[in-house]
């Protein structure tokens, strides 16, 4: 029977209890400690979860019996906190986005290297069923030629000002590197890499400095064009991703499902597919890659990649011009 992986959780909030719940749920990981500068937030993880509140970030990278870390800090600080754990033979699991910048971004991924640590980066939504399933069939749609998503949610009345999600500063691009970075993901696991980015974002409805409405045209390397808009100014919450091929189509939105349509049908077929937990299942995944089974399907790489399309859009939007994942990336 192997021994559960030992970590400690580092920045308490309403995510890091995500992805403490889903450890739990998973049996295969032991919550060994945690730690964030607010000591009333420490202690109250602490006792929902079973593990000792440290005293600093350093104790916990002194102490030898803890082989990772989950860490749920900010964006600027992850950085910082992750090349700390790379030096001190800590293995990491990342929340998206690497990083708010592209240098941050590669000095943390490359740190991870050096010190031979597995980088992992969360972005469950890419693992959920229905997309699963449209990846294992690609091959059946054709040519891919088009694709569009939506991810909305509403926010009004429910953000704190103060918290660094919700501030330009603290989360570039709004709406669109917090949540829309999952579709852009989703877009580009479906239809292969971007290679260019035209970009629109305004606030519409939400207090504050950042951009609570987005939306992108990403040119994929493949010739395909897809869009994507972000919101957190909408009625409701909502999930959409219709997938376009010259031979068949995926439509995909919260309430009905996965359905397929075939050239020459006239009408949609619905999809089963088995609910999963793609949080656990990435977890899992980087518990089995620290354990020198296989790789992490998100690493420092590939989630570097991931936030230069975010970059992209926003510098578009900034110049009102078109903008290649190349410039960016130089």
Request: charged share 25%; proline share 3%.
């Amino acid at each position: 029977m192997k021994v559960a992986l030992r970590v400690a959780c580092l920045g308490m909030g309403w995510w890091s209890d995500v992805l403490a719940d889903a450890m739990q749920r998973s049996g295969k990981f032991t919550i060994a400690a945690c730690y964030t500068r607010s000591d009333e937030k420490r202690q109250k993880f602490a006792a929902r979860y079973g593990c000792r509140p440290a005293r600093s970030y350093e104790e916990i990278l002194e102490d030898r019996t803890i082989e990772a870390i989950i860490n749920t800090t900010p964006n600027s600080a992850h950085r910082e906190s992750t090349t700390a754990a790379a030096r001190a033979g800590k293995h990491v699991f990342l929340d998206k986005p690497i990083a708010n910048t592209i240098e941050d971004a590669r000095a943390l991924t490359r740190a991870c290297r050096e010190a031979k640590v597995v980088l992992a980066l969360g972005y469950q939504r890419r693992r959920e069923a229905h997309f699963r399933w449209v990846k294992q069939h690609l091959g059946e749609f054709g040519r891919l030629v088009n694709a569009e998503a939506n991810i909305s949610r509403d926010r009004l009345g429910k953000i704190d000002l103060n918290s660094w999600r919700y501030s330009a500063a603290g989360m570039p691009g709004g709406v669109m590197l917090q949540i829309g970075i999952h579709y852009t993901d989703v877009l580009e696991y479906l239809l292969g890499p971007v290679a260019a980015v035209s970009g629109r974002f305004v606030r519409l409805v939400l207090p504050g400095d950042n951009p609570d409405v987005g939306s992108v045209i990403l040119e994929h390397e493949n010739g395909a064009l897809s869009t994507l808009n972000a919101s957190y100014a909408s009625a409701s919450e909502y999930y959409l991703v219709n997938i376009y091929g010259k031979e068949r189509t995926a439509y995909y939105d919260m309430h009905s499902g996965l359905r397929v349509l075939r050239r020459g049908e006239t009408k949609a077929t619905s999809v089963p597919c088995a609910e999963n937990d793609p949080i656990v299942e990435e977890l899992e995944e980087f518990m089995r890659a620290v354990r020198g089974d296989g790789e992490p399907e998100m690493d420092g790489e590939k989630s570097t990649a991931s936030l230069a399309v975010i970059l992209a859009g926003i510098k578009s939007a900034r110049e009102g011009r078109r903008v290649t994942l190349a410039e960016v990336l130089q």
